[in-house]
């Protein structure tokens, strides 16, 4: 009887004396249920016994014009996609500008990763932001400089030059 004692001592579980509650995995924060009757809702009275009332109606007074704007988008981008030449080439600059987005995004998320580096970062686009501030927007002759080499880059873009 000794032995079956000391037996039943050993595969004793012991219960906590605290409630476990459920751990939750969302970085939101807790919020109390919605009640759902609408006398729970406190509204401001007014004099006694008046409530504010608000009620909101949305219309439009257009709603056979979004289907002509969009019927009208979809005809002029056929049209223009008619009148281009290499289409292949098109395809080629679409999908390799998806490729080069996804690529960097992939860049983008490795450097985050790395513990130090986000933040140098930052400070390097702060500097960066100070000596542009310092260089181009302080002075009244280098915000006239600034604005005639957007202008000069804009018409060498344009084809214009």
């Known amino acids: 009887m000794a032995a079956t004692a000391s037996s039943m001592a050993a595969t004793t579980v012991f219960i906590p004396r605290f409630p476990i509650k459920p751990t939750r995995c969302s970085a939101l924060p807790y919020l109390p249920p ?5 006398s729970s809702f406190p509204l401001k009275s007014f004099s006694g016994s008046r409530r ?4 909101v109606r949305a219309s439009s007074s257009e709603e056979t014009s979004t289907s002509v704007d ?5 005809s ?6 008619d009148a281009v030449e290499n289409k292949s080439t098109v395809l080629v600059y679409g999908g390799g500008a998806i490729v080069a ?3 960097s995004s ?6 985050n990763s790395v513990p130090l580096l986000p933040k140098v970062l930052e400070l390097v686009g702060l500097g960066y ?3 542009f501030v ?11 400089e600034l604005a005639t080499d957007i202008e000069a880059l804009k018409k060498k873009i344009a084809g214009t030059e």
């Not at 919605?34 to 609408?38: A, E, F, M, T, V």
């Not at 969009?70 to 979809?74: A, C, G, K, P, Y």
């Not at 002029?76 to 996609?81: R, V």
């Not at 992939?106 to 450097?111: L, Q």
């Open 76 to 81: 002029d981008l056929k049209a223009k996609w």
């Open 101 to 103: 987005v996804w690529l």
């Open 34 to 38: 919605r009640l759902s009757s609408p």
């Open 129 to 131: 932001t100070g000596w």
């Open 52 to 55: 504010l009332s608000l009620q």
């Open 106 to 111: 992939i860049v983008v998320g490795a450097v």
């Open 70 to 74: 969009t019927d009208e988008l979809i």
């Open 134 to 144: 310092y260089r181009y927007l302080l002075f009244k002759s280098s915000r006239k």
